[in-house]
C-alpha cells in the first residue's frame, strides 16, 4: 500500500484543484468526438508521464522529486491525473482549429510552452523538486509529448471513423 502524504500542504492542494478544475473545464466543452477517442488519448497522456518520470525521476538518474518524499506515495499516483485535462484541450483545440504548416508548429509550442508554465507553477508549489533537471529540459519533452499526443489522437480518431464507415451502412447502402 501506497503511504500517505507526510504533510498535506501547497503540492497537494495544487494538484487537487487542478485535477478539479482541470476535469471540470473538459466537461463542460461541447461534445467533438466520441469519449472513447478522449478515454485512449487520457490514458496514453498518463503513460507518458509515468514512463518518463519512473526513467528520470528515479534512479539511477534521479532527477527530480515528486511531492513530499522520495519514495512513490499515494499522491505521486494522484498526480498523473493532473496532465490528462491539459492533453483533452489541447486535442480538443487542435481537432477545433487544425492548424497545419507554420500554424502547427507555432500551436505545438504555443502548447508546449503552456505546460512549461504549468510545471514551474508546480515546483513552485513543490510538486517538483529539482535535482539534476532544469525546466528547460522540459520544454523539450513537452515539445515531444505535445506532437505524440496529436499524433496518437489523429491515427486513434482516423482509426474510429473508418471503423465506423465500414460497420455502419450509409442511407445509399439501405
Known amino acids: 500500500m501506497l503511504p500517505p502524504p507526510l504533510d498535506f500542504d501547497a503540492n497537494e492542494w495544487f494538484i487537487i ?10 466537461l463542460l466543452l461541447p461534445r467533438r468526438y466520441p469519449r472513447v477517442v478522449s478515454i485512449l488519448v487520457v490514458l496514453f497522456c498518463v503513460s507518458i508521464a509515468i ?15 515528486i511531492n513530499d518524499q522520495k519514495k512513490y506515495e499515494l499522491m505521486d499516483v494522484i498526480t498523473y491525473l493532473m496532465y490528462s485535462p491539459f492533453a483533452i484541450l489541447s486535442v480538443y483545440l487542435f481537432d477545433k482549429f487544425n492548424p497545419r504548416g507554420l500554424y502547427f508548429t507555432a500551436y505545438v509550442i504555443a502548447w508546449s510552452g503552456f505546460a512549461t508554465l ?10 517538483f523538486t ?3 533537471w532544469h525546466l528547460l529540459y522540459s520544454f523539450s519533452v513537452y515539445l515531444v509529448a505535445t506532437v505524440s499526443e496529436i499524433g496518437f489522437f489523429r491515427l486513434i480518431l ?17
Open 118 to 127: 504549468f510545471e514551474w507553477l508546480a515546483t513552485l508549489c513543490r510538486v
Open 130 to 132: 529539482y535535482t539534476e
Open 17 to 26: 484543484l487542478n485535477i478539479v478544475l482541470g476535469y471540470t473545464l473538459v
Open 51 to 65: 514512463i518518463l518520470d519512473h526513467s528520470i525521476a528515479t534512479p539511477p538518474l534521479d532527477m527530480y522529486d
Open 158 to 174: 482516423r482509426h474510429f471513423n473508418k471503423t465506423r464507415k465500414t460497420e455502419m451502412p450509409t442511407a445509399n447502402q439501405q
